[in-house]
């Protein structure tokens, strides 16, 4: 299929990819221009949009890094990473100015991108600022462009990828350039793992600075007739694309199943859906009674993958197989090694619960940007750990337990809050849920549990719910209602933040894991 084929449509807005791919060595050239060359860093500032993927495959082409920034860092969290990657230059929707440090705006070259009509629409709060008079306007700047004649050089740089930060600074994940064999394995395994084939129509509607979508997306340019990316996540505006581009192929997170479920079910029946072939989850856990409730309504077509931004997916796992194993992330899929090991590195046996390492063999190694001490210190025996807990069975599948640093240990035993949360999770009308460690006199520390619920779920009903669910020891002492718990764009909780908040309430600071009595 050819470029002028196939399209990406964003809003009411669809242009071919032969277009995209000739703004793009526009763009290339002018990047070129300011000074950024291989090796370089250019952020991204900006919701998802046609022009995110133009200026990410524009420094492809010169083999600079994109840097896709977190639209909901503060300011001075954005100065971190714009300083830390060391950006040449920022690309930003001009209603995100705000969010870059005045000191930066004067120093940085900055090209500014009008709004587009479908982004105004999805963040209607937000307003387009001035631009500083010394900046670039995206498409005045690619009309003074000659097109850059080169095609993508054969070391094109992935996107420098920030991790969350949820245990400190974040690291940018800067990937070496990938060999030809290395290049045609990944296509493999995108295709297998990701169902990422030729000709596919595929829906993209979570933010592109987080890896997972960032690297759909750009896959979509090279093999999707046609990518569609929302600007923002709503249920049935999820559920009307899907039917008016007759999606086959989708990427999504737990969250969005919970929200989408709680649509009447009149709502979900209006919508033509049977077009769709996969959707493919990871990046938080999800519930079981949440992903059998979509596979009863979708079909077996949910795909989930496990893996970390520094390794990509190493297992994977069909409907079939989750159905078989409730629970499971799936097997180690060909080329990738997942061990789980003990505090000292010794390998644990089966249905044992220790730390996750991981490691695809030919994906492309990688180092944290300015930080080659953390990247040593990654993981034994050329394996990385993203800090998870989990098990294998005697066939080799994957079940993830929790955060490790989200485990509480209560009177010497290990508890992982992620269980309960899913078991929480599924009584009608409780909405949101988290549990979290606090500091305890006799076990060291005791379970708590932030619950967002309809009106009428009291603490006693979710007692008596969990009573037949979980045993005694992992049932909270205290319960705490809230009106929201904070998560980020792919439905991951930000425990530290809601933990730091819960101690500093109750006037305490947290207890050390393990420091309960034996």
Wanted: proline share 7%; with cysteine; aromatic share 6%.
């Amino acid at each position: 299929m050819s470029e002028a084929q196939r399209s990406i449509v964003s809003g009411d807005r669809r242009r071919t990819c032969a277009e995209v791919h000739e703004r793009s060595a526009r763009a290339a050239a002018g990047f070129r221009a300011l000074g950024a060359g291989v090796g370089d860093a250019v952020a991204i500032l900006m919701r998802n949009s046609i022009e995110f993927l133009e200026a990410t495959h524009a420094l492809g082409r010169i083999g600079a890094y994109a840097v896709p920034l977190n639209w909901h860092l503060a300011p001075e969290e954005v100065a971190y990473v714009l300083e830390d990657c060391g950006a040449k230059a920022l690309v930003a929707h001009a209603d995100l100015l705000p969010l870059v440090p005045g000191r930066l705006l004067g120093s940085l070259a900055l090209i500014v991108v009008d709004v587009p009509a479908e982004v105004a629409a999805a963040y209607p709060a937000a307003d387009q600022a001035p631009a500083p008079a010394r900046a670039l306007r995206w498409e005045d700047w690619l009309a003074a462009q000659a097109p850059l004649g080169e095609a993508t050089l054969p070391d094109a740089r992935e996107s420098i990828i920030y991790t969350s930060g949820t245990t400190g600074r974040p690291k940018g994940v800067v990937r070496a350039p990938a060999t030809p064999a290395q290049r045609a394995a990944l296509s493999r395994m995108r295709a297998e793992t990701y169902r990422l084939d030729e000709g596919i129509r595929l829906l993209v509607p979570a933010p592109m600075y987080h890896a997972a979508p960032n690297v759909f997306a750009q896959r979509g340019l090279e093999v999707a007739q046609t990518t569609v990316i929302l600007p923002r996540f709503d249920p049935e505006d999820f559920l009307r694309r899907i039917e008016a581009e007759r999606i086959d192929t989708v990427v999504a997170v737990p969250t969005m199943f919970i929200r989408l479920l709680r649509l009447p079910e009149e709502v979900r029946a209006r919508h033509d859906l049977s077009s769709l072939r996969s959707v493919l989850h990871a990046a938080a856990p999800c519930p079981p009674q949440v992903k059998r409730a979509m596979i009863d309504w979708l079909g077996p077509i949910l795909h989930e993958w496990y893996g970390t931004t520094e390794t990509s997916a190493v297992t994977r796992c069909d409907s079939h197989e989750w159905l078989a194993r409730p629970g499971t992330v799936g097997r180690a899929i060909p080329g990738a090694r997942v061990e789980i090991l003990d505090e000292a590195g010794r390998r644990l046996p089966a249905n044992t619960p220790g730390e996750i390492f991981m490691i695809l063999e030919f994906m492309p190694d990688f180092t944290y940007r300015g930080r080659p001490e953390d990247r040593a210190a990654a993981g034994r025996d050329g394996m990385i750990t993203g800090g998870d807990i989990g098990c294998l069975d005697e066939d080799g599948y994957l079940f993830v337990c929790d955060r490790k640093k989200d485990m509480v240990i209560s009177g010497g035993v290990n508890i992982y809050p992620a269980e309960i949360e899913a078991a929480m999770i599924g009584l009608d009308g409780i909405e949101d849920c988290a549990v979290i460690g606090v500091p305890d006199a006799e076990y060291g520390e005791a379970l708590h549990a932030l619950v967002v619920a309809r009106d009428g779920i009291a603490e006693d009903a979710i007692r008596r719910f969990l009573a037949g669910r979980l045993a005694r020891f992992k049932i909270p002492r205290s319960f705490e209602f809230r009106a929201s718990l904070p998560r980020d764009d792919v439905g991951k909780l930000l425990k530290r933040r809601l933990r730091e908040d819960v101690l500093a309430r109750r006037g305490e600071t947290a207890t050390p894991a393990g420091r309960g009595p034996a």
